[in-house]
């Protein structure tokens, strides 16, 4: 089977087939990953939580991301493979190109994230110039959190849910190609979903965006404390974490996943 792309992907929102992205940090979850068929891994910068322990993605450092990238391109097969930029590693144009040189370069990445909007859009349109391809990370941004004060849904008011299109339109004609859309209301992923060409993957967005992403460990249900209410435990009744993983892919491409109870 031939390796997932952007072009996949676009020809997925196209035919209107639900996309199936996971996290993923290390060897093993990823040969079982690509074992159930998932389209998309995110090497995300929440391994600074659900692997290393910290309260938050904002201790990530660039060479951890390179590290955990490696980790799973050694072993990926088949799923096109994105590499979170961690905070304070694309504070300007040059400083956003470096780190991308050395995810894609160094880890093996196909497309790297940066959490952000009309702030953003400038950096994204200088690596875009530059043969980086990137995803955009819109509504609750992690790498925020000591300005939101806690993690919780964005883009309710009207006011602020425009802010958001805006923002998405801007980031998409400045190039990116792929845009992760987190904790905002289902109406609003909704709208955003149809009027951008890019693939649009929510997590906490609701049904209608053209994928879904988790984060492995809280869709294992081995994640603590502080599962969020748009997870769904996709070990729970099945025997194996490939099992695990080959239902949240079925659900996905079904519709079936994010039911009603997950969407805000
Ligand atoms: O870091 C991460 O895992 C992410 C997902 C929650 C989208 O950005």
Do not use: W
Not at 177 to 186: D, G
């Amino acid at each position: 089977m031939s390796k997932n792309t952007i072009s996949t992907l676009n020809r997925m929102k196209a035919a209107g087939e639900k996309i199936a992205v996971i996290t993923s940090y290390d060897a093993s979850f990823t040969r079982q990953i690509e074992a159930a068929g998932m389209d998309v891994i995110l090497v995300g910068d929440s391994l600074g939580m659900v692997v290393q322990g910290h309260e938050s993605t904002l201790p990530v450092t660039v060479s951890d991301m390179v590290y955990h990238t490696a980790n799973v391109m050694r072993v990926s097969t088949r799923a096109m493979v994105i590499a979170d930029m961690p905070f304070m590693s694309h504070g300007t144009p040059q400083q956003a190109l470096d780190t991308a040189g050395r995810l894609m370069k160094e880890g093996g990445a196909h497309m790297v994230k940066i959490e952000g909007g009309a702030p953003q859009v400038e950096t994204v349109r200088h690596l875009t110039a530059r043969a980086v391809p990137v995803c955009g990370h819109l509504g609750l941004m992690p790498q925020s959190i000591h300005q939101l004060g806690a993690y919780r849904v964005q883009g309710r008011g009207e006011h602020e849910g425009e802010r958001i299109l805006k923002d998405a339109v801007a980031l998409q004609h400045a190039g990116a190609q792929m845009l992760v859309l987190e904790c905002v209301p289902a109406v609003l992923a909704a709208e955003i979903t149809r009027a951008l060409d890019i693939p649009v993957i929510g997590i906490g967005a609701g049904p209608d965006t053209d994928g879904q992403v988790l984060v492995l460990y809280d869709m294992l249900g081995i994640t603590m404390e502080g599962t969020p209410s748009f997870v769904h435990n996709f070990l729970a009744g099945q025997n194996s974490v490939q099992a695990a993983l080959a239902a949240y892919v079925q659900a996905v491409r079904g519709g079936t996943f994010p039911a009603a109870g997950h969407a805000f």
